[in-house]
C-alpha cells in the first residue's frame, strides 16, 4: 500500500514538473517580467506577477496528492519563484493568494502549510533585496527550496497536534516535496538563468554592432579625409600626359602620390609607401604627403627637398614606421627627369625606341629611419614617346591562390603590350592585370599606379 502511495505521489509530482516547465517559459516571457529583469519595477508588472506566480501556487494546491489530510504539492514554488525573481512584494503577494486558497479547503496541515507559502514568498523577496535586487542563480534558489520545504516539514510538525499523526504525514510526504519543489525551483533558475544570459548577450552583441557601426563610419570619414589628400584630378603638365590610380587593401591606407607645381614651370611627381597598412599607416602618410609637399615648394634641388623631409618625419616617427619614397622633378623646356629614390620600387622606364625598361635605381635609404641620412639625385634625359611607370609593391607583390607573386616580368609584359595606349588605359589595364591574377585572395596590400608619358 506504501509503495502504491509513494509511486503515484511520484507520478502526480512529475505530471506536475512538466506543466511548470512550460508555465517558467510562458511566465519569463512576458513583458511583466522581462521589465523586472530590466529593473523597470511597475505597480502593474508587480500585480501582473503576483497574479500569475498565485495562479501557479493555487495549481500547485489542486495538482498535489492527498495523504491523511495532507497535500504532497509544489504550492510554495510561485512564491518561491516571485519572491527570488521578482521581490517582495511579488513573493509576498502570490504566497498570501497560495496560502489563502491552501486555507480555505482546511485539513489537519491547513495552518503550516498556509504559513509556510506566505513566508516562501517573504523569503524569497527579501533574498532578492540582499542580492542586490538581482536573481540569486540556480544554485542559491535550489538551495533555498530545500531549506524551505525542510522548513514547512518543521512548521508541521510544530503546529499539528497529534504529534504521531503530524510525524507520519512528514514521514509520507517529506521527501517527495522537497525533490518536488527543488526540481521545480531548478527548473525555474535555469530558464530564468538562460534568459538573463540570453539578454546580456544581446546587449553584448547591440554594443558591438553599434561600436562596430561607429568604427565603419568613422573609417568611412577616414577614407574620405584620406582620399581627399590624393589630388582630385592631376594637373596639365606641358609637355606630359598623366594618369595615377590608388586602391587602398582596407577602408585607409599608407600608399600616396602627388604632382606639385615647382618653380620655373617644373613639376615634382611623387609615390610613396608607408609601412603597413590601416588607420596607423593612414595617418603617417598624412603626415609624410604633408612634410614632403612643404618642402617639394621651397626653391631647392630634388635631392635637398627629400633629405630636409627625411629629417623631419624622422624626428616625429616615434612608432617605427617607415616611407619608401620617389621623387621625380620633371623640367618640360629641358625634357629632363631628376628623381630621389628613397627605398622606392625602381620605377621603369620605357624608351620610345623599344627594348628592355630601365629601373631608375635607388638613391638613399628609406624616410624616417635617419634624421641625417643623405640623398643621391640622378638626372635623365626624355625623348618624345618616353614612358615612365610609378607603382608601389602592391602592384608586384599581388598573389594568386597558388601563392605566386605577380612579380615585375609580369608588369612589364602587360604594359609592354599596351605602349601605344594613353596613360588612362595603361593604368586600367594593369589594374585589370593585376585583379585577374589575384583571382578570389583578397588584396593584402595597398596598389598605387602612376603613368607618364612624354609628348
Not at 50 to 73: H, K, R
Not at 234 to 258: H, I, N, Q, R, T
Amino acid at each position: 500500500m506504501a509503495f502504491s502511495i509513494i509511486g503515484d505521489m511520484f507520478l502526480v509530482l512529475l505530471q506536475m514538473i512538466c506543466v511548470v516547465m512550460v508555465v517558467a517559459y510562458l511566465i519569463t516571457r512576458t513583458a511583466s517580467f522581462t521589465r523586472v529583469l530590466d529593473g523597470l519595477v511597475t505597480w502593474k508588472s508587480q500585480a501582473v506577477l503576483t497574479l500569475l506566480f498565485g495562479a501557479l501556487s493555487i495549481y500547485g494546491t489542486e495538482s498535489g496528492i492527498t495523504i491523511l489530510g495532507a497535500t504532497a504539492n509544489v504550492r510554495d514554488l510561485g512564491p518561491m519563484v516571485g519572491g527570488l525573481a521578482c521581490g517582495p512584494v511579488v513573493g509576498l503577494g502570490a504566497g498570501l493568494i497560495g496560502a489563502a486558497y491552501r486555507f480555505s479547503l482546511g485539513g489537519f496541515t491547513a495552518v503550516p502549510c498556509a504559513t509556510a507559502t506566505i513566508l516562501a514568498g517573504l523569503f524569497g523577496g527579501l533574498i532578492f533585496l540582499a542580492a542586490g535586487r538581482r536573481f540569486i542563480g540556480m544554485h542559491g534558489a535550489v538551495l533555498f527550496a530545500v531549506g524551505m520545504e525542510a522548513f514547512h516539514m518543521g512548521l508541521t510538525l510544530l503546529l499539528c497536534q497529534p504529534f504521531e499523526e503530524a510525524l507520519e504525514v512528514v514521514e509520507d510526504v517529506a521527501f517527495p516535496m522537497i525533490i518536488a519543489n527543488a526540481v521545480g525551483v531548478f527548473l525555474f533558475a535555469f530558464i530564468i538563468g538562460n534568459l538573463i544570459a540570453e539578454r546580456q548577450t544581446k546587449a553584448e552583441r547591440d554594443t558591438y554592432l553599434s561600436e562596430l557601426e561607429r568604427k565603419k563610419a568613422e573609417l568611412r570619414i577616414a577614407h574620405d579625409i584620406q582620399m581627399s589628400f590624393l589630388p582630385d584630378r592631376l594637373p596639365e603638365v606641358p609637355g606630359f600626359e598623366l594618369a595615377a590610380l590608388s586602391l587602398p587593401a582596407k577602408e585607409v591606407g599608407g600608399d600616396f602620390y602627388d604632382a606639385i607645381p615647382l618653380p620655373g614651370g617644373r613639376t615634382a611627381f611623387v609615390i610613396a609607401d608607408v609601412s603597413g597598412k590601416g588607420v596607423p599607416a593612414a595617418l603617417f602618410m598624412a603626415l609624410s604627403r604633408t612634410v614632403l609637399r612643404a618642402n617639394a615648394l621651397v626653391p631647392r634641388s630634388a635631392r635637398d627637398a627629400v633629405r630636409e623631409a627625411n629629417s623631419l618625419i624622422a624626428e616625429d616617427a616615434k612608432s617605427g614606421m617607415f616611407v619608401t619614397l620617389f621623387y621625380a622633378a620633371a623640367d618640360p623646356a629641358k625634357k629632363t627627369l631628376t628623381y630621389v629614390n628613397a627605398g622606392h620600387n625602381p620605377p621603369l622606364l620605357f624608351r620610345s625606341g623599344g627594348g628592355r625598361p630601365v629601373g631608375l635605381k635607388g638613391t638613399g635609404i628609406i624616410l624616417g629611419v635617419m634624421p641625417e641620412a643623405e640623398y643621391g639625385e640622378k638626372t635623365i634625359n626624355l625623348q618624345s614617346g618616353d614612358l615612365v611607370l610609378l607603382y608601389t609593391d602592391g602592384v608586384t607583390e599581388a598573389i594568386n591562390p597558388g601563392e605566386e607573386q605577380f612579380g615585375e616580368e609580369r608588369l612589364i609584359e602587360t604594359v609592354t603590350d599596351c605602349l601605344d595606349q594613353p596613360p588612362t588605359e595603361i593604368v586600367d589595364r594593369v589594374r585589370d592585370a593585376v585583379a585577374r591574377f589575384s583571382g578570389d585572395e583578397p588584396q593584402f596590400d595597398d596598389l598605387t599606379i602612376m603613368v607618364l608619358r612624354v609628348v
